[in-house]
Nanobody, 121 residues
Framework: QVRLVESGGGLVQAGGSLRLSCAAS????????MGWYRQAPGKERELVAR???????NYADSVKGRFTISRDNAKNTLYLQMNSLKPEDTAVYYC???????????????WGQGTQVTVSS
């Protein structure tokens, strides 16, 4: 059973920084694309940043130049460095990954449980 567990969320003042981590555990044969999404109250979940297995990245326009996504395949961990945080970044942040659990399985999409990020003005 594959699990994604996020950590690193919290309360920070505007202009501050946070680093989110997403640790994957369980049966993992191969990672594909991984990403961070967020959902603010009353809004739909949106893509924040994504990184492919070839380390190509893409970002939402609202976070370009402030957030950096990275992955450490040796540690089965995904990161999101968030700098110059703004109150509008307040949301629950979710980790998402396409993983092939074993060589006999199909690629499957997984979600973490989410971590709250609150930016005060």
């Amino acid at each position: 059973q594959v699990r994604l567990v996020e950590s690193g969320g919290g309360l920070v003042q505007a202009g501050g920084s946070l680093r989110l981590s997403c640790a994957a555990s369980g049966s993992i044969f191969r990672f594909y694309a991984m990403g961070w999404y967020r959902q603010a109250p009353g809004k739909e979940r949106e893509l924040v940043a994504r990184v492919t297995s070839g380390l190509n990245t893409n970002y939402a326009d609202s976070v370009k130049g402030r957030f950096t996504i990275s992955r450490d395949n040796a540690k089965n961990t995904l990161y999101l460095q968030m700098n110059s945080l703004k109150p509008e970044d307040t949301a629950v942040y979710y980790c998402n990954a396409d993983i092939q659990p074993t060589r006999w399985d199909l690629r499957t999409n997984y979600w973490g449980q989410g971590t709250q990020v609150t930016v005060s003005s």
